[in-house]
């Protein structure tokens, strides 16, 4: 009888632990899929403003993006597995025909931040942030990479910096809100001409100047503008000086030049002249060696000057000449003003050598016509 009951009592134990064992497997198994299946989002405004991290996935040089966004150009893309994002990523960067670019593109600024540290460290080449949601694209350079991006992803960094338009941006959208595109990497010395190049090619919509290197606009302190100036630049300045004058040669020109249809005033001719006299002259000390010289005067021959900049050079060049007519009742009397000797011999249909004699003599020419000076 206590045999019976004994084993009746073990079975009754093995029966309340497989109970147990099998509930705690259940809870385990409900609780990992409520994870998966859950969306909940990561406050922080200025990462992801709410929006879901997926799982990242990698897609090498494919033709074709993986979100079904149509491409002109097989791109190396970085992609995630939420349908949101495919919506999102259909932006105007489809419509730019890239011709042979082979870019490396970061979807999500947000979930892809380690990748996009880790494999641009040291490198220098030119890089675009594209928004998501409304299609503008900042093209930038620099000769790491990797540092730039760090600072982007460095919140304080981005709030200092308020004055630039692609900053103002990820803090109102977020870095899930953006895709990180290198365009190109390229030797430090190429970085500006071929900066200039993609400026010209997208004009992006968050560069407020589309010139290369420029930091006008910017109010920046001296050790701040001359420490970017040294990461721009690098130890190749004069020959990437040379780069970007050759490359821009003939585009800034007639009516696409910022000054086209602009005129100063006298008083700031004056100005401008002031502070390029004498020392603050550039060409001051210089001598032109027989080459430049020659150059400049075949220049000088083949050049057509209007006829408002002869009488301005007659002003400040030539010689001024009064012709007084002879009169039986007021003896001379004034008939006209010319700028040069040459002006008034064109008027009397002589040569302005003669009028320079008679003016110098004092005779009168022809018993008519006397020439002054005053």
Request: aromatic share 12%.
């Amino acid at each position: 009888m206590n045999l019976l009951y004994s084993n009746e009592k073990a079975d009754n134990i093995m029966y309340y632990l497989v109970a147990i064992l099998f509930s705690v497997g259940w809870i385990q198994g409900a609780i990992i899929k409520n994870f998966d299946s859950s969306k909940t989002p990561i406050s922080n405004k200025y990462l992801n403003h709410g929006i879901n991290v997926p799982t990242q996935k990698y897609s090498k040089f494919s033709a074709i993006n993986p979100l079904n966004h149509k491409f002109l150009f097989p791109v190396r893309t970085y992609y995630t597995s939420t349908n949101k994002e495919q919506d999102q990523y259909n932006t105007k960067l489809s419509n730019v025909n890239k011709d042979s670019i082979n870019p490396l593109v970061y979807v999500n600024a947000y979930s892809m931040k380690k990748a996009i540290l880790k494999e641009n460290t040291g490198k220098s080449g030119i890089y675009m942030w594209t928004n998501l949601l409304t299609g503008d694209m900042y093209i930038g350079q620099s000769i790491d990479l990797s540092k730039r991006f760090r600072k982007y992803f460095t919140i304080s960094y981005i709030k200092s910096r308020k004055e630039l338009i692609i900053s103002r941006a990820l803090i109102k959208y977020g870095y899930a809100n953006f895709s990180v595109s290198i365009l190109e990497y390229c030797d430090r010395c190429d970085l500006t001409a071929r900066e200039q190049h993609y400026l010209d090619k997208f004009n992006p919509q968050y560069n407020i100047l589309k010139i290369a290197g420029s930091s006008l606009g910017f109010k920046q302190s001296a050790s701040a503008s001359s420490s970017q100036r040294k990461e721009d630049w690098g130890c190749c300045a004069e020959e990437t000086k040379l780069k970007i004058s050759k490359a821009l040669k003939g585009i800034y020109t007639g009516d696409k030049s910022a000054l086209f249809g602009r005129f100063h005033t006298e008083e700031t001719k004056k100005i401008m002249s002031l502070s390029k006299a004498g020392e603050n002259n550039p060409l001051y000390g210089k001598t032109r060696n027989e080459d430049t010289k020659e150059l400049m005067r075949q220049r000088a021959l083949n050049r057509k000057h209007s006829c408002e900049t002869k009488d301005k050079m007659s002003k400040t060049h030539g010689n001024p000449v009064n012709i007084y007519e002879k009169s039986s009742s007021k003896g001379f009397e004034l008939i006209g003003s010319f700028v040069s000797a040459r002006r008034a011999a064109k008027f009397l249909d002589i040569s302005g050598s003669t009028v320079i004699r008679y003016m110098q003599s004092g005779a009168i020419f022809k018993d008519r016509y006397k020439f002054s000076s005053k």
